[in-house]
Structures are given as C-alpha cells and as structure tokens.
C-alpha cells in the first residue's frame, strides 16, 4: 500500500456553484446547523466524506465554491471552502479501512483566506491514531505566512512554524507534509510549499511511547477543518503510507481527476431498476440534501441520501462491473487510482462485499471486504499501481479499466 486515500471534491459531476448559503425555508432548520442548498451541485462533499461536525451557536458552513485552482475537464470549477465562525466548528472526515503505520505523508492544493486563519484551534489537516488519539497536524497560515506542523496528542510531542512570508493569501499553494513516526528519537517532520522545503526536522520523537494499543504506531482516520477560526479552500486531497515501491514520498504538485461510468462492464449480474436502463446508467445517482437536521427521513445519512429510484440489485454471490471515461492526455506518471463505490443493504442479515478492478482481463479484488450497512454508504479502494504488471498505471491500462463490485455473502 501507498496510496492510503485521494479525493479531487470532483464526484459525480461538476457543475457551476455558488458562494452564497442558501436557506431552505419550507423546513425548520435546527439551532446551530447551517442548511446547503437542494440543488445536489452544491452538496457532493458529502458523498465521500462525513460531515460530523456542528458546534456552537455561530455560522459556519462547508460549501464548494466558484474560487478555483485549476478547471476541471468540463471547465467547471471545483474545490471546497470552509469559513468558520469564532463560536463555530464544522468539520469532514475519513476513516481509513485498516491501519497505516510508521510514514504518513498528505498533500494537496491550498488557498489562505482573510479572517481568523493561525489562532491555536485552526488546523488544516488531523490525523488520528487506532486509540483515537491526535498523531500529526498540519497548521493553518497565521498572519505573518507561517505554515505549522505538530505531532502527538495536543501537540505534546513536537511543533515547528516555517519562516515568516512563506505563504500569501488569495494564491494557490501546493502543499505536502511528512511524518515518520518514532517514540524515541527516530522521528522525522518534514513540508514543502510548492515543492521547496519549509519545515526539516530529524532524529526527533514524534509519537507517544510505546506506541498504540497495536503496539506500532499507527494513522487510521483524518479531519479536514476540526477547528474554530478557520478560512481556506483546498483541492486535490490524497494521503500515502511510505509503503511500496511507487507513490511512497512526496509527489509535488499533482491533480485528482474522476471519470464516471459510460457503459456496462464485462459483468452484468446486477438487476437494473427501472428495468429498461442500463446497468451503467443506474449507477451514475444523483446525490442531494434532504434535511440537514430533524426529522430523521428514511434513507438519510448523515444529512444527505442517495436517490434510490435508479439502482442495480442481487443477493447472491455475484459480480457487477462498468467501463468508465477516458483521461486526457496526460503525458505524467499516474501516481495511482481508487476506484468508489455507494451501496446499501435493504434485506435482513448480514451482507459483505469486495470491490474490485478489472484489467488485462482479471479481476483484482481489494484486500478489506466490507460489512454493508442498512444506510448508504461510500467504499473506497486505492490501488497504486497496476496489479497485474506491478508497475505504474498508464494511460491506455486507465482508459480499458473497469470497476465493479461483488457481493461475496
């Protein structure tokens, strides 16, 4: 493993966004919570992130945004803002399917806003350990342009600030940072802007001694935002374990692209519904908000829920897989795929599933099945290189890729 998770907020589609919250008023909205707009444009953060996070009695809303760092390959913005209130927090966040031990490296694409940005509760990124405890944090820009880095619970352990004017605000940043986890003096803290380095700290502790309740050191979850005074947008998230032999140091700067399924797969055991769709076409749904706060509506999770009226079915053991869009021309190296998928369960017992990616005419399943729930839910499977050549992922192998899943019990 390298690839532990990547997200480019670029889900089922892109579409022109506004900057303004947009308050629904034929449903009362529960004190503290801010409501998005219907319109699923505005809410498809939530697909492959939780958004778990509600506190206080101010304003403070995670929203996409016209701002942007690049087009997408539509020409339509993408990126996500968040802008929090003293007296608000909201945050995302991802669980991680098993856990990651030793190296942690994330990067991705930022933009410093005006407004509460460096105080001591305005972290960017936060990574957790199996004990639930703070390992590794990444800093917001404080006023003067520093970046800070912090490891150990409540930043116990370690806390580093690059020089002043690293950074400035309105301008997008590539922004990558390291952790090697030590309890001793084998620790390292290392990041980069734009690929030249700004913090550098070696022979350092950076984790707790003696490690997790696993005995190792370990990263297994991530929060984006998880602070008060908070103002910044960022693109093209990803996250690598040091792992393996590709994609296991710092990338430089580098974009996450989706491609959407455009026709059924070499597996077609699924039922579509409605009947006379294509596989394929079922798959492509249509996320939106239904209630941010109360009343509980059936199918809703965590404030949003799939649109069931489209959707492919079967319980038994059985494949299901799609061809998916071209890339562009890229002429890069492909630092690694993950392929998604959103899937609930709607008759009694137990149900488990694998997904799994086809190529040179095998099927690849991932390594983690994963119990279903009763809610829609998103699975994710990063995949660094290609597993049947064992090499990088090319353009051609990419663009005859399928991805599927398979109901194993």
């Given at each position: 493993m390298a690839l532990v998770f990547c997200d480019g907020f670029d889900h089922y589609g892109t579409w022109d966004h506004t900057t303004?919250?947009?308050?629904?008023?034929?449903?009362?909205?529960?004190?503290?919570?801010?409501?998005?707009?219907?319109?699923?444009?505005?809410?498809?953060?939530?697909?492959?992130w939780t958004l778990s996070g509600a506190q206080g009695g101010g304003l403070g809303i995670w929203q996409y945004t016209t701002v942007q760092r690049r087009p997408s390959l539509t020409g339509d913005p993408i990126g996500i803002l968040v802008s929090q209130s003293i007296w608000y927090e909201s945050w995302i966040n991802r669980v991680f399917s098993e856990p990651h031990y030793n190296t942690l490296i994330v990067g991705f694409a930022f933009l410093a806003q005006p407004g509460y940005s460096g105080s001591?509760?305005?972290?960017?990124?936060?990574?957790?350990?199996?004990?639930?405890?703070?390992?590794a944090r990444l800093w917001a820009i404080d006023s003067t342009g520093r970046v800070r880095m912090t490891a150990g619970d409540n930043e116990s352990l370690q806390s580093f600030y690059s020089a002043i004017n690293t950074t400035e605000l309105y301008t997008?940043?590539?922004?990558?940072?390291?952790?090697?986890?030590?309890?001793?003096?084998?620790?390292?803290?290392?990041?980069?802007?734009?690929?030249?380095?700004?913090?550098?700290?070696?022979?350092?502790?950076?984790?707790?001694?003696?490690?997790?309740?696993?005995?190792?050191?370990?990263?297994?979850?991530?929060?984006?935002?998880?602070?008060?005074?908070?103002?910044?947008?960022?693109?093209?998230?990803?996250?690598?374990?040091?792992?393996?032999?590709?994609?296991?140091?710092?990338?430089?700067?580098?974009r996450i692209d989706t491609l959407y399924p455009n026709g059924n797969g070499y597996y077609t055991n699924f039922t579509p519904y409605p009947e006379d769709n294509e596989n394929w076409e079922n798959v492509d749904v249509e996320l939106f908000l239904r209630n941010a706060g109360y009343p509980f509506y059936e199918d809703q999770y965590y404030g949003f829920r799939i649109?069931?009226?489209?959707?492919?079915?079967?319980?038994?053991?059985?494949r299901e897989c799609y061809n998916l869009d071209s890339i562009v021309a890229l002429d890069r190296p492909i630092y690694g795929i993950q392929t998604n998928s959103v899937v609930r369960k709607t008759d009694a017992g137990h149900k488990r599933i694998e997904q799994f990616v086809r190529t040179h005419g095998e099927d690849y399943n991932s390594p983690n099945p994963v119990d279903v729930g009763d809610f829609s839910r998103h699975y994710y499977y990063p995949v660094t290189v290609n597993p049947y050549t064992g090499?990088?992922?090319?353009?051609?192998?990419?663009?005859?890729?399928?991805?599927?899943?398979?109901?194993?019990?």
């Open positions: 303004d919250l947009e308050r629904i008023d034929d449903v009362p909205t529960p004190v503290g919570s801010a409501r998005l707009s219907t319109d699923p444009a505005e809410n498809q953060i939530n697909y492959k001591a509760n305005s972290p960017i990124v936060t990574f957790y350990d199996y004990d639930g405890k703070e390992c997008w940043y590539h922004c990558e940072a390291k952790w090697v986890f030590d309890d001793v003096d084998g620790g390292s803290m290392e990041c980069r802007i734009n690929e030249v380095e700004v913090i550098n700290h070696t022979g350092i502790q950076t984790y707790k001694t003696g490690g997790d309740s696993q005995g190792n050191f370990s990263f297994v979850k991530v929060m984006v935002g998880k602070g008060i005074h908070n103002a910044f947008f960022m693109d093209d998230f990803y996250v690598l374990d040091g792992e393996g032999v590709y994609s296991n140091d710092f990338l430089g700067d580098c649109d069931w009226d489209t959707y492919n079915e079967a319980e038994a053991t059985v090499e990088q992922w090319t353009e051609s192998e990419i663009n005859s890729l399928q991805s599927g899943i398979e109901i194993i019990i």
